[in-house]
């Protein structure tokens, strides 16, 4: 049972690099999420989406895209590298009774330095 | 701009001792109230979650919320070494798509 799967786990970035983090679910949850978590801090929501073909923007979208082409698939584009970007980030997803009850499912983790 | 605001800490409680956490929230439109546990280097994963004014009580964990006060808390009884974690608050504003937003965290280190 693979439940959210990201990829990579590490990433080192040259500034203004691009890349994609790539997130996957197999629990057929419409709701997907973005967070980027820096050091000793919480989590900040960067995009979400309600279903395939449906995004919008959380609290720190700058810098970031996303699609959802697929129920499956929330891949979280990153444009431009910069040091400020240097976080965790963790996609969650969550079934519609998941969202009333709280039962984010996590990734992970991707561990992203931008030098 | 939908804050959530958390006593960062760090706290540390001895063993056997009550740890109390404590969440504030700026959005009247939040409905859903969350804390999650985060081990280092590891996911938040649920702990507990609480819709209504009043205590919600589950095993060593009592969840508080106070919606007057836009207050919610985490009381966690008899802390074990074990419950050494960030312990983060959570809001569902159900009105803008069910999105969760997470306060800051506070460390809890519970002594032997």
């Known amino acids: 049972n693979a439940g959210v799967t990201q990829t990579p786990k590490f990433r080192i970035l040259k500034i203004g690099q691009s890349m994609t983090l790539q997130c996957a679910q197999d629990?057929?949850?419409?709701?997907m999420y973005w967070y980027r978590q820096d050091p000793g801090m919480g989590l900040k929501l960067i995009y979400y989406?309600?279903?395939?073909?449906?995004?919008d923007k959380g609290e720190v979208p700058n810098g970031y895209n996303v699609s959802r082409s697929t129920t499956e698939d929330f891949p979280l584009r990153l444009e431009l590298a910069a040091p400020s970007q240097t976080s965790v980030y963790f996609c969650?997803?969550?079934?519609?009774?998941?969202?009333?009850?709280?039962?984010?499912?996590f990734g992970e983790g991707s561990r992203l330095t931008v030098l | 701009q939908k804050e959530v605001e958390q006593n960062s800490g760090p706290l540390s409680v001895p063993e056997g001792a009550i740890a109390s956490l404590n969440c504030t929230y700026s959005?009247?439109?939040?409905?859903?109230f969350f804390w999650y546990r985060q081990y280092s280097g590891k996911s938040p994963e649920l702990i507990m979650s609480?819709?209504?004014?009043g205590d919600k009580e589950d095993g060593r964990f009592t969840a508080q919320l106070n919606k007057a006060s836009q207050y919610v808390s985490l009381l966690i009884r008899d802390s074990q070494p074990s419950d050494s974690a960030t312990y983060l608050c959570?809001?569902?504003?159900?009105?803008?798509?069910?999105?969760?937003?997470f306060g800051t965290g506070t460390s809890l280190t519970v002594i032997p």
């Open positions: 629990m057929n949850h419409n709701y």
């Open positions: 969650a997803s969550s079934s519609p009774q998941g969202v009333v009850t709280g039962e984010l499912f």
């Open positions: 959005d009247r439109g939040s409905q859903s």
């Open positions: 989406s309600v279903g395939a073909g449906i995004t």
């Open positions: 959570a809001v569902n504003i159900l009105n803008t798509g069910n999105q969760f937003y």
């Open positions: 609480i819709y209504s004014n």
